[in-house]
Nanobody, 124 residues
Framework: VQLQASGGGLVQAGGSLRLSCAASGRAFSSYTVGWFRQAPGKEREFVAVITRSTGNTYYQDSVKGRFTISRDNAKNTVYLQMNSLRPEDTAVYSC??????????????????WGQGTQVTVSS
């Protein structure tokens, strides 16, 4: 499966963005899809994930209540709605697809397919 992330940009603190992760290939619905981000000088970190079968969602604590992950399997797309953005949300955001078991959904190494990143910059 090939993934392409889009929707990043420059926004003021308190603003919103919606990222999209479009997939090509078969059986997109059979993949768990996660969003990860990496700020300059920092390690890649988990942001949010939506599982393949039940559609369960999990979030990093710092984005709970502000970010919402969703998927539209008919469109082979996963979305990340980001509200109340903060300067510390500034990073390159990437989507990934895989079949990790629940305990590993937050681990980047559990995903075999990655899209290119999209830059999100939040100004104060």
């Amino acid at each position: 499966v090939q993934l392409q992330a889009s929707g990043g940009g420059l926004v003021q603190a308190g603003g919103s963005l919606r990222l999209s992760c479009a997939a090509s290939g078969r059986a997109f619905s059979s993949y768990t899809v996660g969003w990860f981000r990496q700020a300059p000088g920092k390690e890649r970190e988990f942001v949010a994930v939506i599982t393949r079968s039940t559609g369960n969602t999990y979030y990093q604590d710092s984005v709970k209540g502000r970010f919402t992950i969703s998927r539209d399997n008919a469109k082979n797309t996963v979305y990340l709605q980001m509200n109340s953005l903060r300067p510390e949300d500034t990073a390159v955001y990437s989507c990934a697809a895989g079949t990790p078991i629940t305990m590993y959904v937050r681990s980047p190494s559990a995903y075999g397919y990655w899209g290119q990143g999209t830059q999100v910059t939040v100004s104060s």
